[in-house]
């Protein structure tokens, strides 16, 4: 059973909504202890971040959640990403309608998977989001209190790319967060905003899990060889030079693709395929509890 726990209830004169702070309206105080209420039932909590958009950050924040959830966790994956919200398209939940009360929307529920998407509030797939800063940045603090996640071992969370309005107002408003995973591709030009991302990580100090290096060579779907398309070690030389973990490379495989464009999540369908296993191994190092105690679910 759900625990019913608010900040009434709670006796943890610790949290930063045990009082009200010097200033602060009492209605800005009401909204921060309905937040906290909400972050307070989720214990792990995961943002997944690229310094530049198109990089395979939803892919990789898609798989994650979903090998959490096929291990039995209770999982939560919030697609934030306002102007580019691909996580409905890679689960084939377009179309689906939320349900909720007033002040209150339920995720989608996906196979023990919750999901919650700026997708999902669209009237027509092809609408474009023309919103100014603040409105971005109310869409995800509303997200964040008026989403009932119930309670979740993990929630993922896809972040808008950058190092802007949007994903600086999302880590923080989600405290504490255990950490970011940095997607990129090999390129320099991509490697060049990991290095932004990661000192973005650092300045709001939150723990840098590690890169994961995206379309990394091709695999040939006749002979299975591996051809160097972009050049190669952007994302591992970054992770070096930064002192941070390097994750892994995934190659860009014709069953990814297909994959996320077919709402077949490819951990799931192509878990013993060579990516698959490399894939399998990067979320195992994410969740890895002999590296990180605290993400030990």
């Known amino acids: 059973m759900e625990s019913k726990k608010t900040c009434d209830s709670c006796g943890d004169s610790s949290c930063s909504a045990h009082k009200k702070q010097q200033g602060e309206s009492d209605q800005d105080y009401a909204d921060r202890r309905r937040l906290q209420a ?10 997944v971040l690229s310094g530049k958009g198109g990089v395979g950050k939803s892919t990789v924040a898609v798989n994650l959640a979903t090998a959490l959830a096929l291990n039995g966790l209770r999982v939560g994956l919030l697609d934030v990403d306002i102007h580019g919200p691909s996580v409905p398209t890679m689960l084939g939940l377009e179309g689906q309608a939320l349900k909720g009360n007033p002040g209150e929307l339920f995720p989608v529920e996906f196979g023990g998977l919750k999901v919650m998407s700026i997708g999902f509030l669209l009237q027509n797939p092809d ?14 603090k509303q997200f964040l209190t008026d989403v009932n996640w119930g309670d979740l071992d993990y929630l993922i969370v896809d972040a808008p790319p ?9 880590c923080q408003l989600i ?16 490697a060049i905003d990991v290095r932004k991302s990661i000192s973005f990580c650092k300045r709001l100090e939150v723990p840098v899990l590690g890169v994961v290096e995206n379309m990394s060579g091709f695999v040939c779907p006749k002979c299975g060889e591996l051809t160097q398309i972009l050049p190669e070690g952007g994302g591992r ?10 994750l892994g490379a995934i190659p860009i495989d014709p069953e990814l693709a297909h994959s996320a464009d077919s709402g ?15 894939m399998q191994n990067i979320i ?4 890895d509890s002999n590296k990180n105690k605290k993400f030990n679910a």
């Open 264 to 278: 077949k999540v490819f951990i799931y369908h192509y878990s013993e395929t060579p990516t698959g296993k490399i």
């Open 38 to 47: 909400r972050l307070c039932r989720i214990q792990h909590k995961i943002v």
């Open 237 to 246: 030389k970054i992770a070096s030079d930064m002192s941070v973990p390097f």
């Open 127 to 140: 609408d474009a989001i023309i919103w100014r800063g603040p409105m971005k940045m109310g869409v995800i």
């Open 175 to 190: 405290q504490p967060l255990d950490g970011a995973v940095i997607v990129t591709t090999p390129q320099k030009v991509a």
């Open 162 to 170: 950058g190092t802007g309005d949007e994903p600086l107002s999302l």
């Open 284 to 287: 195992d190092q994410i969740t």
